[in-house]
């Protein structure tokens, strides 16, 4: 749960700072994490485990002699899934609104098709399976502080404010001389980059993957983890990674048989992601800025909070 939690985290960072700080509705993490998941899983899979692997047809040279430290191979994985969304982003950040989203969704079906079909690379359908399991604890974890860091201080800097003036008005921007197709697509190959190391750890955690794993559902998730906690705030994203993650694992329950007594109750295929699609309907109708909505945790909010709680204890103990 804590390994799935700091990869989820990962995920929720970068689509927020594409979607919550830059203002861009895209639905291409899943083609991103299916990027970062095959390259790194390539480059880390042992030549002779690819040979065996490889039933269908031969992996194709050089993947089948590539070979690199974990590290190398997320970082690899990041990039391509970085030099993807830049090529990506040059037709399709010229669209906006709901038409960029109906864009970056077609980019991650059509990644996800190649894949089934590039078997002498992906070995196709098949998928990749006893991917070594690197992403442990620690590794997660250090990418996990790694995004957030760095995101945080992008963020925090003159290009965090200039990311700011594109999502609340472009035209604006604009007016004020930024280059806003140049900042957007900044934003999107970092977000993208991110997306792959994601997708990299996923793959190695769970150490299988096949192209029917980084479907639409998987971007929904995700989405659900912005939303939930709040666009436009990192603290949101892994506040709202944390509820969304730890359900849905809970909920797993709905969809097994539950025998109560002498009777038994069959499950209900596809009712977790039902409660949560209620769930986001709900948030979007009566809680559309998310949990935390775009504040931030800072040291010395948390020291005023303290002091407030603190305060009216004692005005109460007093009166």
């Given at each position: 749960?804590?390994?799935?939690?700091?990869?989820?985290?990962?995920?929720?960072?970068?689509?927020?700072?594409?979607?919550?700080?830059?203002?861009?509705?895209?639905?291409?993490?899943?083609?991103?994490?299916?990027?970062?998941?095959?390259?790194?899983?390539?480059?880390?899979?042992?030549?002779?485990?690819?040979?065996?692997?490889?039933?269908?047809?031969?992996?194709?040279?050089?993947?089948?002699?590539?070979?690199?430290?974990?590290?190398?191979?997320?970082?690899?994985?990041?990039?391509?899934?970085?030099?993807?969304?830049?090529?990506?982003a040059l037709p399709?950040?010229?669209?906006?609104?709901?038409?960029?989203?109906?864009a970056t969704l077609?980019?991650?079906?059509?990644?996800?098709?190649?894949?089934?079909?590039?078997?002498?690379?992906?070995?196709?359908?098949?998928?990749?399976?006893?991917?070594?399991?690197?992403?442990?604890?620690?590794?997660?974890?250090?990418?996990?502080?790694?995004?957030?860091?760095?995101?945080?201080?992008?963020?925090?800097?003159?290009?965090?404010?200039?990311?700011?003036?594109?999502?609340?008005?472009?035209?604006?921007?604009?007016?004020?001389?930024?280059?806003?197709?140049?900042?957007?697509?900044?934003?999107?190959?970092?977000?993208?980059?991110?997306?792959?190391?994601?997708?990299?750890?996923?793959?190695?955690?769970?150490?299988?993957?096949?192209?029917?794993?980084?479907?639409?559902?998987?971007?929904?998730?995700?989405?659900?983890?912005?939303?939930?906690?709040?666009?436009?705030?990192?603290t949101g994203s892994?506040?709202?990674?944390?509820?969304?993650?730890?359900?849905?694992?809970?909920?797993?329950?709905?969809?097994?048989?539950?025998?109560?007594?002498?009777?038994?109750?069959?499950?209900?295929?596809?009712?977790?992601?039902?409660?949560?699609?209620?769930?986001?309907?709900?948030?979007?109708?009566?809680?559309?800025?998310?949990?935390?909505?775009?504040?931030?945790?800072?040291?010395?909010?948390?020291?005023?909070?303290?002091?407030?709680?603190?305060?009216?204890?004692?005005?109460?103990?007093?009166?």
């Amino acid at each position: 749960m804590l390994n799935l939690i700091a990869v989820n985290a990962i995920l929720a960072i970068s689509l927020n700072l594409i979607y919550g700080f830059t203002g861009m509705f895209s639905l291409a993490h899943a083609g991103f994490m299916a990027i970062g998941a095959y390259v790194t899983a390539i480059l880390i899979l042992p030549a002779a485990q690819k040979e065996m692997m490889y039933i269908l047809e031969p992996m194709m040279w050089p993947f089948s002699v590539m070979h690199a430290p974990f590290f190398i191979a997320v970082v690899a994985g990041g990039l391509v899934a970085a030099l993807v969304g830049l090529l990506m982003a040059l037709p399709c950040l010229k669209l906006g609104g709901d038409y960029l989203g109906i864009a970056t969704l077609g980019f991650g079906e059509i990644i996800r098709v190649l894949f089934t079909n590039m078997t002498p690379v992906t070995n196709g359908a098949l998928g990749l399976k006893g991917i070594p399991a690197y992403a442990n604890l620690g590794w997660n974890y250090f990418w996990c502080v790694l995004t957030f860091y760095v995101i945080v201080k992008l963020l925090s800097s003159n290009f965090g404010n200039t990311l700011r003036a594109v999502r609340d008005d472009e035209v604006a921007a604009k007016a004020m001389g930024i280059n806003t197709f140049r900042t957007k697509t900044i934003s999107f190959v970092i977000g993208a980059f991110f997306a792959g190391v994601g997708g990299a750890l996923m793959g190695s955690l769970i150490t299988t993957i096949d192209p029917k794993m980084f479907n639409f559902q998987l971007t929904f998730n995700i989405l659900m983890f912005v939303v939930v906690g709040g666009l436009g705030s990192i603290t949101g994203s892994l506040i709202g990674t944390v509820v969304i993650t730890v359900l849905l694992e809970w909920l797993r329950f709905v969809e097994d048989s539950i025998t109560i007594f002498s009777w038994e109750f069959a499950g209900v295929p596809g009712m977790r992601m039902l409660i949560f699609s209620l769930l986001l309907l709900f948030i979007i109708l009566y809680r559309r800025e998310g949990i935390i909505g775009g504040y931030e945790f800072s040291w010395d909010s948390a020291a005023r909070l303290t002091k407030r709680i603190f305060r009216g204890k004692g005005a109460r103990a007093n009166g």
